[in-house]
């Protein structure tokens, strides 16, 4: 899957990607948010799911209202 990346939060000493899948010309209504990992390479990022409910939608909230004025979100 190809995404588009939106923007990096960081929330609690870590740093979240959101990013929007990319599928054809349709527009998606959901974004990924992955949490950034460090890797023993400064050339590689890594990324790993979320599964923290809590986190995920702080995460989300914090992309809300750091993007309210460029984006309708809809609850």
Do not use: A, M, R
């Not at 960081?10 to 929007?20: F, I, N, T």
């Amino acid at each position: 899957t190809q995404f588009e990346f939106l923007d990096l939060i960081k929330y609690e000493d870590e740093e979240y990607v959101v990013l929007l899948p990319v599928e054809g010309e349709e527009d998606s209504d959901e974004v990924v948010i992955l949490k950034l990992e460090d890797t023993e390479s400064e050339d590689e990022e890594s990324y790993v799911s979320v599964d923290d409910e809590e986190v995920l939608n702080k995460v989300f909230e914090i992309f809300k209202e750091k993007f309210k004025d460029d984006f309708n979100f809809v609850d």
